[in-house]
């Protein structure tokens, strides 16, 4: 059992690698994903994150060929292991330097860096380096002993999918929205309420998103309902010379908004440094965004 998981992880986490590498790669734009992560505040350079990414997806891409197509070479193993360790020191710092800020790993990753994110890192390392114990290419050991392999291959694919995709976001959200359209809001009367979900769907998808996107670097940390507007609150940074100032980042959405498109659009952004409270840029009105 020991030989058919030593070859068979190493395609797994070249499947992962590809599916991550590519959804960096083949996206026109990574500005709205780099700008939640920690990589403009550790690179102090929004556009150098930006490149940073797409380079990260490229060397995903490449091991990720290299652990199917050539899964006994030591280049695709070492360049795996390093790539986990890479992703390892990079959580490390991230949550030392912003800790509200998002992994950046997948576009639809927005929660702060959590335990998926170092787990899913070390299986990377990990799911690469067990390679060198490989006795024979994972086609050979898929064709020898095919009950074990599927078996092998069905638990290490679910775990590795579900560390992929973020719990939090792929797994618990959908299960929420679920209940919500079974059984209504618990919040609302009447079936008139909007989810926060959708609102922060509609808002990552707006024109005023991408236009504040830079200095954003968290995920939602509040939200609340005040007079017919939906109030969403992110953290940021903003740029003071050689320094950034931390500044909260507010956007108002008018609470009949869904994004299906049966109600006029209204978004409000408002950027307030956190130390003076001053209000560093007006208020922008999109009618309809995006």
């Known amino acids: 059992m020991t030989s058919i ?67 006994l070479a030591s280049a695709p193993i070492l360049g795996g292991a390093l790539l986990g360790a ?4 990079y959580l490390v710092a991230a949550k030392l330097v912003a800790p509200d800020a998002s992994c950046g790993c997948t576009a639809s990753d927005t929660a702060p860096v959590g335990w998926y994110s170092f787990a899913r890192a070390g299986a990377v390392a990990l799911g690469a380096a067990v390679g060198t114990f490989a006795d024979d290419a994972w086609w050979t050991v898929v064709g020898d002993r095919p009950l074990g392999s599927a078996a092998t291959l069905l638990v290490g694919a679910a775990g590795l999918g579900w560390l992929m995709a ?13 209940r919500l359209r079974l059984f209504g809001h618990p919040l609302t009367t009447g079936g008139a309420g909007t989810p926060v979900a959708a609102s922060v769907e509609l808002l990552e998808r707006s024109l005023a998103w991408e236009t504040v996107s830079p200095i954003i670097r968290s995920g939602l940390l ?18 003071v010379g050689e320094q950034e100032r931390p500044v909260s980042v507010l956007f108002a959405l008018d609470v ?18 956190r130390e003076t409270e001053a209000v560093l840029t007006p208020d922008l009105v999109l009618t309809p965004d995006g």
């Open 222 to 239: 509040e939200h609340w309902d005040e007079d017919g507007w939906r109030i969403l609150h992110y953290a940021g940074a903003h740029r």
């Open 166 to 178: 973020a719990p939090e976001h792929r797994w618990l959200t959908p299960l929420r929205r679920l």
């Open 5 to 71: 998981i030593a070859s068979l992880l190493p395609p797994l986490v070249g499947c992962l690698l590809l599916l991550s590498g590519a959804d960096k790669v083949a996206r026109r734009s990574l500005r709205a994903q780099a700008a939640r992560s920690a990589l403009p505040r550790l690179l102090r350079d929004p556009g150098r994150a930006v490149r940073l990414l797409r380079a990260t997806g490229v060397a995903e891409l490449a091991v990720g060929v290299g652990l199917l197509v050539a899964p």
């Open 256 to 273: 009949r908004s869904t994004g299906d498109g049966r109600s006029e659009r209204v978004i409000r952004v408002g950027v307030v440094d």
């Open 86 to 89: 890479g992703f390892l020191a």
